[in-house]
């Protein structure tokens, strides 16, 4: 179990403490905004997409040897981090990186079923959160610390001693086991996946620096929108699809993939730019920044160590729409206060959104696991976890590029007020992204009566 606590408390670390490191990165490689976008994205559309195959590979070739050979990826591509020289040789890195967490992420959970026993799994998974929100709280201090004493790479060189430690602990405690009535892996549908969300997402993020309407966008979009549109179609048309798409038919799964989505969507999105804006616009040091993440972090914490017992009070579906309300709310306050020079205002506004995640994160995932049949559980635990990671993905692209479109092709040296007014810009398009995905949850769940959250 120890080395699936590092390894929940290390992926998690992940998504706050390369945020914190992009200013510098910036600097020194002199990247403009689709790059930072690119170190982000290629980590989080990268586990989007090959995280329903990792879990494939998981029940067909065993949980350990998976879950252990995506921890081995996930330590070489921190280490190619760790020595990239540029933006490419780092978005490359971080891709290899987005492979091994999502082959390690699905088997991981697996292995905690295999592991305990029904009355005892609650717990462990409950450790297993409990880790992450360690790993998400201490990150961005961890992460000031680092770019303090020394470069960012070894904000991710860090990683290194962390997933070696994982791999001899794993190998030497963990069960096997694998699933003898596994089906064929879905190969075709990973592939579809991965490139339709890259390609749609690449020519958003590209779309600034490239024109709008320069063919290669046009192109490139329009490709990963086909794409998208067959993955659909061939998991409808597939015996045993790797992601079941009629599910979404269900008002509860609907209603909660819709608030995941949102939520993850915020999280990563206003994470992204809120670390950007206390060191260009703000001109905090990468250790206060770090500091003032955390009380996002500890927000994060409270509202899900709450959200069961807010649930049962007032009701799932409700508590969702609170949550999102929440995160509009959050999105607003800050697009006001980017043109402030309270530093404590920004970090209060995000702790705002961190409670309306904190509410959504549980509560969207038990309403999609008691909504389907107990025959359905890992299709519930897929459902979660892709909209989840497919939020992040958009959150940085569609944020970032309309921050990216205020700046033009600049970012290093750009002018702090451009920055702000951007930043207003991309906050004010937050909120009202998750205001629609939010009318939407509400719509879905309005008749909604399945079991309680």
């Not at 945020?19 to 989080?44: E, F, G, H, K, R």
């Not at 860090?158 to 030497?172: F, S, Y």
């Not at 089906?183 to 490239?210: C, H, M, N, Q, W």
């Not at 404590?344 to 049949?373: E, H, K, Q, R, T």
Request: proline share 4%; hydrophobic share 60%.
């Amino acid at each position: 179990m120890a080395a699936l606590l590092i390894a929940a408390a290390f992926m998690a670390a992940d998504i706050t403490i390369t945020n914190v490191a992009l200013p510098t990165i910036a600097q020194d490689l002199d990247a403009s905004m689709a790059s930072l976008q690119w170190v982000v994205d290629s980590y989080n559309i990268t586990v989007a997409g090959l995280l329903l195959l990792g879990a494939g590979l998981g029940e067909r070739y065993g949980r350990k040897g998976t879950f252990l050979c995506g921890i081995a990826l996930f330590l070489m591509g921190s280490v190619l981090a760790g020595i990239a020289d540029s933006v490419g040789s780092l978005v490359v890195a971080r891709t290899v990186m987005g492979v091994g967490g999502a082959i390690a992420l699905a088997p991981a959970i697996s292995l905690i079923t295999m592991m305990y026993v029904p009355d005892q799994r609650a717990k462990a998974v409950a450790g297993w959160s409990a880790a992450g929100s360690m790993g998400l709280a201490l990150s961005p201090v961890a992460a000031g610390l680092i770019l303090t004493a020394a470069s960012w790479h070894w904000v991710f060189i860090i990683n290194v001693p962390a997933m070696a430690a994982i791999l001899i602990l794993g190998a030497m405690a963990l069960p096997p086991g694998r699933n003898p009535d596994a089906t064929r892996l879905d190969v075709v549908g990973a592939i579809l996946s991965v490139l339709g969300l890259g390609l749609f997402l690449g020519a958003v993020i590209e779309g600034p620096s490239r024109g709008w309407t320069s063919p290669v966008i046009l192109v490139t979009g329009l490709t990963g929108a086909l794409a998208i549109m067959a993955f659909v179609v061939w998991e409808l048309h597939r015996q045993h699809p790797m992601f079941e798409v009629r599910v979404l038919a269900r008002r509860g799964v609907l209603g909660a993939s819709l608030a995941l989505f949102a939520s993850f969507l915020a999280f990563a999105g206003i994470i992204f730019l809120i670390a950007q804006e206390l060191q260009v616009v703000k001109g905090t040091t990468p250790i206060q920044l770090g500091l003032c993440l955390v009380p996002f972090a500890l927000g994060v914490w409270l509202a899900s160590h709450e959200a069961a017992r807010i649930s049962r009070t007032i009701g799932a579906a409700t508590t969702l729409s609170i949550g999102m309300a929440l995160v509009v709310v959050a999105f607003a306050l800050l697009a006001a206060t980017s043109s402030w020079e309270s530093v404590a205002a920004i970090v209060a506004a995000s702790f705002v959104c961190a409670l309306g995640c904190g509410l959504l994160f549980p509560i969207g995932s038990v309403i999609i696991l008691n909504d389907l049949p107990a025959e359905l559980t890992g299709t519930a635990s897929g459902t979660s976890m892709l909209a989840r990671m497919a939020g992040a993905s958009v959150g940085v692209a569609v944020l970032g590029t309309v921050l990216a479109s205020a700046l033009g092709s600049g970012y290093a040296h750009a002018d702090p007020d451009a920055f702000a007014s951007g930043l207003r810009v991309a906050y004010w398009a937050g909120a009202a992204i998750v205001l629609a995905l939010g009318i939407g949850q509400a719509m879905a769940l309005r008749r909604w009566t399945g079991p309680a959250a």
